[in-house]
């Protein structure tokens, strides 16, 4: 029997792209969303949508039903731990038997850098529910140099050197 994968963050580049991969693979896949209204139909064809809000625990227990893995984004936000908590609690009581967090290099560190410590949070509260899990600690994204450092690289303006931006 196939089992389910819950995703968050599923309308991000991340998150649609986990989704569309799983799916393919022939995988069941839910996309936890805002707004199944405003969701991006087109980055999730395939992938059921399931309307969930991070602090509503009913939310989060109905869009776990019949699902036995989640694919964790967390927010960029000061309650990525409260996040992490209301959605690892309601995992537990919705029979996920496997987390998959998607967190950031360094997060072990040690180091009293505030992204760093909120992935670090969401992952204590993982490995303290008993819940078996996976944690991705990626360096960097290949986009990123794209949709980041696009422009300046346009303005042959480089953060190592030297010389300063043109215009």
Do not use: W
């Not at 969701?39 to 809000?53: F, Q, R, T, W």
């Not at 992490?84 to 919705?94: D, F, R, S």
């Not at 029979?95 to 998607?102: A, D, F, N």
């Amino acid at each position: 029997m196939v089992g389910t994968t819950l995703i968050t963050g599923a309308t991000g580049t991340v998150g649609s792209e986990v989704a569309k991969q799983l799916s393919l693979a022939g995988q069941r896949v839910r996309a936890a969303v805002h707004s199944t209204t405003r969701a991006s139909h087109e980055k999730l064809k395939g992938v059921e949508l399931v309307e969930i809000d991070y602090n509503k625990p009913g939310t989060l227990l109905a869009g776990f039903k019949d699902v036995d893995k989640l694919f964790l984004v967390t927010p960029a936000s000061s309650e990525a731990a409260e996040i992490a908590t209301n959605l690892v609690n309601e995992a537990e009581k919705g029979g996920i038997r496997h987390i998959v967090k998607q967190s950031i290099i360094g997060a072990d560190s040690g180091l009293d850098v505030a992204h760093l410590r909120l992935h670090r949070q969401a992952e204590k509260i993982i490995e303290e529910s008993g819940i078996p899990f996976t944690f991705l600690r990626p360096n960097d994204f290949m986009q990123n140099f794209v949709n980041f450092y696009g422009p300046a690289i346009k303005k042959k303006c480089f953060l190592y050197t030297r010389r300063r931006c043109k215009g």
